[in-house]
């Protein structure tokens, strides 16, 4: 439920109706906005009889609110939100169109340092690496793992860039948001009802990819957990979708760019790499999410693709990916946006 108030509504007004929520048993979340107060309702298991607020004069409406998530939906904040990701870095609203890029996994510090280097020298922010992977097959490579975290902990020290890596286990939080900047949920745990709580309760930046087969109810599901643990800065990443076409890994949903921005406040970036699977489809792929909205790209970039332990045909080379960069400037400009 959502209570929109009255501009003459005052701070005594505003308790009085928290405490009434109170009162019911349910959970009250002040939501201020630059004209009007709203306040939501949370942690109530269906519908909520209004009776004991419908007289009050502070209240311009009520809105009983249907869907699984209230907290992430334009209903409850309807202004987009600008998470920080670092200092001086920020994904959505106005702030520039964030650009990710990096290899796939951490493979050694040089393999590191050199694609972090290139990003720097490029005007990138953000390197991305995966310390855990979670394959397909127990025989394919796992990651460096803690190895891999005190890699990009030095990487990031060294260079000045921001830091993002797939977290897998809620036993891991303390561990991997201490070594890097921002965390980042994988398509196959979206779904991983203890890890979204654990990572809610930090304030920590996270990405969250969605899922193979997950509908946008369900991803916004998925975030909404993080964000009623207490975690605001949530960042949406489609990454493409299992769907009967085997041509491309996955198939690029590219319209759910504009509708997820309608229905929630939160950011959303796109990941080229995964959604398409093949090098030379990033580059399209990627200039066809600026065009329809999208706040950033996170793109996969190794120094040697051809020998990555991991998703090296998609991955960029350098060259490709300053191409990426430059083409991607030019679109953002041409929007009258900024590039990160
Ligand atoms: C990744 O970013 O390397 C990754 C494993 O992505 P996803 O979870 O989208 O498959
Ligand atoms: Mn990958």
Known sequence: MLIVLHHSATAKDVEHIKKTIMGMGLKPVAIPGAERTAIGVIDNQGWV?????????????????????KLVSRDFHPKDTVVPL??????GGASPF??????CAVESRDQLMKTALHLKKAGVPVLRGGAYKPRTSPHSFQGLREGGLDLLDEVRKETGLLVVTEIVSPE???LVADKVDILQ???????????????????KPVILKRGLSATVEEWLGSAEYMLVNGNPNVVLCERGIRTFETATRNTADLAIIPLVRKMTHLPIIFDPSHATGKRDLVLPAALAAIVVGAHGIMVEVHPDPERALSDGAQSLHFKEFDTLL????????FKKQKLS
């Open 185 to 203: 949920i994988g398509a196959r745990n979206m779904q991983n009802f203890d890890l979204l709580t654990e990572v809610g309760k930090t304030k």
């Open 98 to 103: 964030l650009m990710i890029g990096g290899p």
């Open 49 to 69: 009889d209004d009776i004991l607020l419908r007289g009050n004069k502070a209240i311009q409406e009520i809105i009983h609110v249907t869907k699984p998530y």
């Open 172 to 174: 891991h939080v303390e």
């Open 326 to 333: 430059a083409q991607a400037r030019s679109l953002v400009a």
């Open 86 to 91: 670092g200092n001086k870095v920020t994904v």
